[in-house]
């Protein structure tokens, strides 16, 4: 069973927007931080954006593309992913872990989820 379930995965034409979603039936997810990574065919996992109380964190590739948010109320952390690329082509996953310290500085994360599929193609 998986701690954490991510959805909103999708086929999409370039330059359009999805929303992911990541949610738990385990953990209050305010409490924690709160990863997105991705992974591509043949490429190493890679870290997209994080999350938690103290920070958010963004990486080069998708900084202003890409948005994280939280929904306390549903207990759902958000990736809104606006202009999006073929290269963007990938199983998205999010992930967990104790530490709220500014996100920047995480290395690891403790849960994942199953990931889902997002495919950016014409």
């Known amino acids: 069973q998986w701690q954490l379930v991510e959805s909103g995965g999708a086929l999409v034409q370039p330059g359009g927007s999805l929303r992911l979603s990541c949610t738990s039936s385990?953990?209050?997810?305010?409490?924690?931080?709160i990863g997105w990574f991705r992974q591509a065919p043949g490429k190493e996992r890679e870290g997209l954006s994080c999350?938690?109380?103290?920070?958010?964190n963004y990486a080069d590739s998708v900084k202003g593309r890409f948005t994280i948010s939280k929904d306390g109320a549903t207990n759902t952390v958000y990736l809104q992913m606006n202009s999006l690329k073929p290269e963007d082509t990938a199983v998205y996953y999010c992930?967990?872990?104790?530490?709220?310290?500014?996100?920047?500085?995480?290395?690891?994360?403790?849960?994942w989820g199953q990931g889902t599929q997002v495919t950016v193609s014409s």
């Open positions: 992930a967990l872990t104790p530490l709220v310290i500014p996100c920047v500085a995480i290395t690891e994360y403790t849960y």
């Open positions: 385990k953990f209050t997810l305010d409490f924690y931080t």
């Open positions: 999350i938690n109380s103290d920070s958010t």
